[in-house]
């Protein structure tokens, strides 16, 4: 049997991946630092915690970029970079899913139901903790213990698995069994039964 209670997955990075080729691609054809505007923390929290839309944080980015048809034109590509489900994680989910709650844990913006709905992720987990809807984002401790009590699970009994390590020392600070994730066997070290 699993030695956990629950299982608390990130999305990016670990369930669905973005073609970073392509977002290098587009900043290279536009001379344009691209990735580093979009994730500037003054840009990108307030759509991650539900302050503002996500079409809101595209066209902050536009204008952090300078505004004209040039940025504009490069944000619109990057926000329909091709993203895709890591197979083999959601197979080894779904099975897990057969004994303990899968609850994903993300820090999302106010699109993310669509987004799961178009990869077919809606039905998939037990439960999705989006920080835009909770209105707090990992790393706060807040967004661990909420996605605990949604799976049913104390902290100590939950595995957080995240691509990125300071969210995994969050969650193991709350006493959580964390994996970063790098590649699929990180996750299925812990979880092959």
């Not at 709650?101 to 106010?110: E, F, G, H, L, S």
């Not at 990992?138 to 698995?161: Q, T």
């Amino acid at each position: 049997m699993i030695p956990f209670d629950a299982v608390l997955s990130d999305l990016d990075g670990v369930l669905r991946h973005f073609d970073h080729a392509a977002q290098a691609d587009i900043e290279a054809r536009y001379g344009l630092p691209l990735m580093k505007t979009a994730l500037d923390p003054e840009l990108i929290m307030p759509p991650t915690l539900g302050q503002v839309t996500e079409d809101e944080w595209f066209e902050s980015i536009v204008a952090a970029l300078g505004g004209d048809e040039r940025a504009r034109q490069a944000v619109t590509e990057f926000a329909q970079i091709r993203c895709w489900v890591d197979e083999e994680v959601r197979a080894l989910l779904a099975k897990v899913q057969q004994h303990v709650p899968v609850v994903i844990v993300t820090n999302a913006m106010d699109r993310l139901e669509e987004q799961l709905d178009q990869l077919g992720l809606t039905y998939f987990a037990d439960d999705v903790v989006s920080s835009a809807k909770v209105g707090v984002a990992k790393p706060d401790r807040r967004i661990y213990e909420i996605a605990a009590e949604r799976a049913g699970a104390a902290p100590e009994r939950c595995l957080f698995v995240d691509d990125r390590l300071h969210n995994v020392e969050a969650a193991r600070a709350l006493g959580m069994t964390g994996v970063h994730y790098r590649t699929y066997q990180d996750l299925a070290a812990v979880l092959t039964y």
